[in-house]
C-alpha cells in the first residue's frame, strides 16, 4: 500500500498490538512532536533532545520523514488502538555506530503514558517488526545510567546489556544495549 505522496517505494507499515497501533508519522503530527519534546520530563534523561520552537519540531519532523522515504520505516506514532489518542513515539533508525551501520531503537512516550507497559509493548512490537524485515541487521539502545525504567524496556522487548559498547552521547555515558552484535563487530577504541 502507497502512502499518499510519497515515493513509491516507501510503505505505509502500521504495527498493531494488543493495546497500540503504530504508525508512520505525518505532518499532522508536528504539534503533538512538540508537546511531548519540549517536555522537560520526557527527556529528562536526556535535555540534549528537548524542543524549544514548533520550528524545531518542524525540522525533526522532516529529518523523521527523510529517513522513512529512504528506508522504508522509521519512527512510528504510538497510539492508543482503539482511541488513537498518541502517547509517543517508537521506532529505528539506521546510525553508523564506531565502524558499523546499525539499528537505533527509540522510545519517547508523554509521561501521562508512563508506568502502564505502554513502553515496553511499543519497543517490543518495533524489535519484532525488525527481527521479521531486517533479521540481518544489529539493533542497539542507548540509556543513560540513571534510566531504569528504560534498561528494563529495552531488556523485555529482547535486547541485552552490552557492557563492552557502552559510550559517551551527547548528555553522558550511555550504556549500550543489542540485540546482537557481529562477531567481527568494533569493539571500544
Given at each position: ?76 506514532v504510538v497510539e492508543e488502538r482503539e482511541s488513537r ?105
Amino acid at each position: 500500500m502507497r502512502c499518499p505522496g510519497s515515493e513509491p517505494k516507501v510503505c505505509c507499515v502500521e504495527i498493531v498490538t494488543a493495546r497500540l497501533a503504530l504508525r508512520r508519522p505525518g505532518p499532522a503530527d508536528v504539534e503533538t512532536i512538540f508537546a511531548i519534546h519540549r517536555d522537560p520530563e520526557a527527556s529528562r534523561h536526556n535535555p540534549s533532545d528537548l524542543l524549544a520552537t514548533p520550528a524545531e519540531a518542524e525540522h525533526l519532523y522532516s529529518r523523521w520523514d527523510d529517513h522513512w522515504r529512504r528506508h522504508s520505516f522509521g519512527y512510528w506514532v504510538v497510539e492508543e488502538r482503539e482511541s488513537r489518542k498518541i502517547l509517543g513515539f517508537a521506532g529505528l533508525k539506521v546510525v553508523r555506530f564506531r565502524e558499523i551501520e546499525v539499528l537505533n531503537l527509540f522510545y519517547r512516550l508523554d509521561p501521562a503514558a508512563w508506568g502502564n507497559g505502554v513502553a515496553t509493548e511499543a519497543a517490543t512490537a518495533v524489535v519484532s517488526w525488525a527481527g521479521r524485515h531486517l533479521p540481518e541487521w544489529p539493533i542497539l539502545a542507548r540509556v543513560r545510567p540513571d534510566n531504569v525504567a528504560s534498561q528494563k524496556v529495552a531488556q523485555r522487548a529482547g535486547l541485552t546489556r552490552a557492557e563492552h559498547l557502552d559510550d559517551l552521547g551527547e548528555d553522558g555515558l550511555d550504556w549500550l544495549f543489542v540485540t546482537r552484535w557481529p562477531a567481527n563487530g568494533p569493539s571500544p577504541t
